[in-house]
């Protein structure tokens, strides 16, 4: 199981990263959203209590707020709720393999997107939103969703890569620990 800071960091390097890419190659598709896809595996790792979770839900959802410019608590808002709704499930469903994996991304994403939206709504004429701009968002939902749906096997696959990686170098500083004896042939 990769710690809570490295799947942190993992998801402000893949959000502020896909950013500046889509802005340096000037990409004006709707981007995949990278901390949903974390926010489900870290709701589907049974190795994480629930209070470690909620935990990381709230400081990835607190970084896609500073990142997209959202009001501070929008996303982080957003993130908590779907997490709880998430982990809930992962007492009754098993997530595995690339194609559930993917459906799961994109249910999420959609339920962060529709979460959003309504907080928005509902702050609109305090925070001066443009309720027009607020639709037009709306109707771009699906393909922010479809985008997180085909990015979600890449990103499972980079969390596996690096938990291999981290596992890897723990068992190699462990037998180069001195004091651990090592078997030898004669």
Request: charged fraction near 10%; glycine fraction near 8%.
């Amino acid at each position: 199981m990769l710690s809570a800071s490295l799947l942190i960091a993992l998801g402000w390097i893949l959000t502020a990263g896909i950013a500046g890419l889509s802005h340096a190659f000037s990409i004006t598709l709707v981007l995949p959203a990278t901390s949903v896809i974390l926010l489900c595996h870290v709701a589907f790792d049974r190795e994480r209590s629930l209070a470690a979770g909620m935990t990381m839900a709230i400081i990835l959802g607190y970084l896609e707020d500073l990142h997209q410019g959202l009001p501070t608590g929008t996303l982080t808002l957003a993130f908590a709720l779907v997490y709880l709704a998430l982990s809930w499930l992962s007492l009754r469903l098993a997530v595995s393999g690339s194609i559930v994996r993917a459906l799961t991304a994109l249910i999420a994403c959609f339920a962060v997107d529709l979460l959003t939206w309504g907080i928005l709504v509902a702050l609109a004429d305090p925070l001066g939103i443009s309720r027009e701009g607020l639709r037009s968002g709306l109707r771009m939902i699906h393909w922010h969703a479809l985008a997180t749906m085909l990015a979600a096997p890449a990103v499972w696959g980079m969390i596996a890569g690096l938990d291999a990686f981290v596992r890897r170098r723990r068992r190699g500083t462990k037998s180069a620990n001195p004091g651990t004896q090592l078997p030898f042939r004669h």
